[in-house]
């Protein structure tokens, strides 16, 4: 496995952030290391075959507007490998169009594991859910409503039965989640993205026009849910 020291290398965060977690109460870094932290995945591009190149400039453009919309909050996006090709896409993006590195970055983990395994505090993580918001169905999904426990369902049916996509959804983690306990993170949002892939449910036939159009309303309903969290 990775040492932290690697898996923080590929991630283009300013390595006093968190190479040193016991360190974040000292220095100027204090507000940014408390700062409230949104962790995303990259909605749609694996399960649901979005195209890579697409959804990187999608996901660039959405947080360039709402980075600064967003006080000192944070935003994240994770992938699982340190050759995950969208967080290489975005970062070269991010830094073609100057955003500040301290406020977006990418990050190499899994995101039921950002703060025990990375020590990375993020207390917002989204969701790349299924239209049923059920658990399973692999990738980010299954783990995360694994790693949250079967309250994590309880709480999400509370808010809604169904998704539609393009919307994403706030669910506040109960404390008696191992998700809550365990990493720190109070909310849940799930986000429906659109779906490429003819083996799932709504699938685009390919119509990227209509595609690009759900995905950047997912990311806004992303970072407007994440907003009214941080407000
Ligand atoms: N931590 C961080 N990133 C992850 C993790 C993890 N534990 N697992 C996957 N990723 P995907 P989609 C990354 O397929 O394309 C589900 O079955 C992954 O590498 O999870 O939106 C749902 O139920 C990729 O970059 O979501 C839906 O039916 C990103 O997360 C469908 O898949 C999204 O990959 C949604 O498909």
């Known amino acids: 496995t990775l040492s932290h020291a690697t898996k923080e290398k590929d991630s283009n965060q300013v390595l006093e952030s968190c190479e040193e977690p016991k360190m974040a109460s000292v220095g100027s870094s204090i507000s940014l290391e408390n700062a409230p932290t949104l962790a995303f995945p990259s909605i749609s591009t694996a399960d649901f075959h979005f195209n890579l190149e697409k ?46 590195s301290k406020k977006f970055f990418t990050f190499v983990g899994n995101i039921t594991k950002l703060y025990s395994e990375g020590g990375l505090h993020c ?52 404390s008696s989640s191992p998700l809550f306990s365990g990493e720190g993170v109070t909310h849940v949002i799930h986000v429906l993205g659109p779906n490429m892939n003819p083996q799932r449910p709504n699938c685009l036939d390919n119509d990227y026009i209509k595609g690009c159009k759900i995905l950047r309303e997912a990311y806004s309903s992303l970072f407007d849910g994440f907003a009214s969290i941080v407000r």
């Open 55 to 100: 959804a990187s400039d999608i996901i660039v453009e959405k947080v360039e507007e709402y980075v600064n919309k967003l006080g000192n909050a944070r935003l994240v996006l994770v992938d699982l490998s340190q050759h995950s090709k969208i967080l290489s896409l975005v970062r070269d993006k991010a830094a073609e169009k100057n955003i500040d």
């Open 123 to 174: 207390n917002v993580i989204a969701n790349a859910t299924n239209w049923r918001l059920k658990p399973g169905g692999g990738g980010v999904n299954a783990a995360i409503f694994s790693a949250a426990g079967p309250i994590l369902e309880t709480a999400t049916k509370a808010k809604a039965g169904s998704l539609s996509s393009g919307k994403a959804i706030v669910v506040p983690l109960p």
